[in-house]
């Protein structure tokens, strides 16, 4: 097999497939190896940027892929069989460190192991979730990034009715099979109470229950859509920016993808960021630090990405001063 199939077969970097026996994997102690366990699908752009991120961020911290360093990744896929399967095949492969992004990957990872530190790149809501016994005293194996910031809920929906010029109503695409969502869900219907907006909450459990959502939410007849951030959400962002665009609803998401994809907007955590502060937990722990002892970080960097081709399509005109706030346009 030639060394580029191999790569593709494995899904990233890994020098170390799940089916070889711990022992074929055997290093030397000047060789750390990490496991990424990511609830997305591969071919999410975004989320490759974050993969790629951490890994040029570990790089740039000393820890070199190939060199000093072994780097195994796997795509859940938004799929929680997928997640819960690998997550225990890697968990028995033994590495030094696993990262895991997605909250449903991270409890995965957690009822696996007690004793394997494992790194968030971005959990909802790690206390609620109970991964940690609190933001600054995480007490146990598993520490990283909380993207739990309230404010955002209002945030997006302030973006929304600057571009629309009018929002007195709005639908929440949401899976409640997600608990990071429901506490999102609380933190949107009090941002919309307090801007006096009438708001219908829709669920979607899977990728069958997105038409018959999207029926639902052409009854309610809402001035625009927020959805609600989950890995179904992500793995089907594409399909959500159609059905938004078949309803001519303005719509706005955690996930850069989105807009990447179709949909209008998108406001939420920076990739780099976030994989930068993932890589200096990994390089903490690594120089002897315990997971237990590192404060969880919540994030302090956000991105607006405007996708104007679909705005144009809903027939709306985005004022200079929202463009001008963007991090990305695309045109």
Not at 107 to 119: D, E, G
């Amino acid at each position: 097999m030639r060394r580029r199939e191999f790569m593709t077969l494995v899904g990233g970097a890994s020098v170390c497939p799940l089916s070889w026996p711990v022992a074929a994997c055997a290093q030397s102690d000047a060789v750390r190896r990490i496991c990424v366990l990511m609830g997305t699908a591969e071919n999410d752009p975004a989320q490759r940027a974050l993969v790629a991120a951490l890994t040029q961020s570990l790089k740039d911290l000393g820890w070199q892929d190939g060199r000093n360093l072994q780097i195994d990744y796997r795509w859940g896929a938004g799929d929680p069989e997928k997640i819960q399967i690998f997550a225990r095949l890697l968990v028995e492969q033994r590495p030094d460190l696993i990262v895991g992004h997605t909250t449903p990957v991270v409890a995965a990872l957690k009822t696996q192991t007690s004793s394997i530190p494992i790194v968030m790149t971005g959990s909802s809501d790690p206390v609620g979730t109970h991964l940690v016994a609190s933001l600054a005293r995480p007490g146990g194996n598993v520490t990283g990034l909380s993207l739990l910031s309230p404010e955002l809920s209002g945030k997006r929906m302030e973006l929304l009715r600057n571009v629309t010029g009018v929002l007195s109503s709005l639908a929440v695409l949401w899976n409640p099979d997600d608990p990071p969502a429901a506490i999102a869900l609380k933190e949107t219907e009090d941002a919309a109470g307090a801007m006096r907006l009438k708001i219908t909450a829709v669920e979607a459990r899977n990728a069958d229950d997105l038409v018959p959502a999207f029926r639902a939410i052409a009854k309610a007849a809402p001035n625009a859509l927020v959805i609600l951030n989950a890995p179904l959400m992500n793995v089907q962002g594409a399909r959500i920016a159609e059905l938004a665009l078949g309803l001519k609803l303005p719509s706005i998401f955690t996930d850069m993808s989105f807009p990447q994809a179709g949909g209008l907007m998108s406001y939420g955590p920076n990739f780099d960021s976030l994989a930068k502060r993932a890589a200096s937990y990994v390089d903490r722990i690594f120089k002897g630090e315990k997971p237990a002892d590192l404060p969880v970080e919540q994030p302090t960097k956000f991105d607006l990405v405007i996708n104007l081709r679909t705005a144009k399509a809903l027939g709306l005109n985005v004022p200079p001063s929202v463009v001008a706030l963007a991090d990305e346009v695309i045109e």
